[in-house]
């Protein structure tokens, strides 16, 4: 009912920058928050940025100052900006959306993108 479609990711070298996009489509009556999450094989997925409904951002202690998300104007598109990427960034990065879905009565979503690889090295 809710489909995410993630683009951008690929092969940078340290110091470079990617921009990675995530359009949510589908039956959503509202969205309250649009995130970013990234996993290597050893690790869980951890959140790397999100931005709520009211334009509120938050950002793990690893990336502020080089990531930066954002969406669009109709609020169904996010994004991350990443700059001075560094060999630890590499990561499957997951796009996360949480919402309601139309509908009598509203029922909660909670949808993941089918994420994207990006590698960081030289």
């Known amino acids: 009912q809710v489909q995410l479609v993630e683009s951008g990711g690929g092969l940078v070298q340290p110091g470079g920058s990617l921009r990675l996009s995530c359009a949510a489509s589908?039956?959503?009556?509202?969205?309250?928050?649009m995130g970013w999450y990234r996993q290597t094989p050893t690790n869980e997925r951890d959140l790397v940025a999100v931005?709520?409904?009211?334009?509120?951002?938050n950002y793990a202690d690893s990336v502020k100052g080089r990531f930066t998300i954002s969406r669009d104007n109709a609020k169904t598109t996010v994004y991350l900006q990443m700059n001075s990427l560094k060999p630890e960034d590499t990561a499957v990065y997951y796009c996360?959306?949480?919402?309601?879905?139309?509908?009598?009565?509203?029922?909660?979503?909670?949808?993941w993108g089918q994420g994207t690889q990006v590698t960081v090295s030289s």
């Open positions: 589908g039956s959503i009556f509202r969205i309250s928050a």
């Open positions: 931005i709520t409904s009211g334009g509120s951002t």
């Open positions: 996360n959306v949480k919402g309601a879905l139309l509908g009598t009565p509203l029922m909660n979503f909670n949808s």
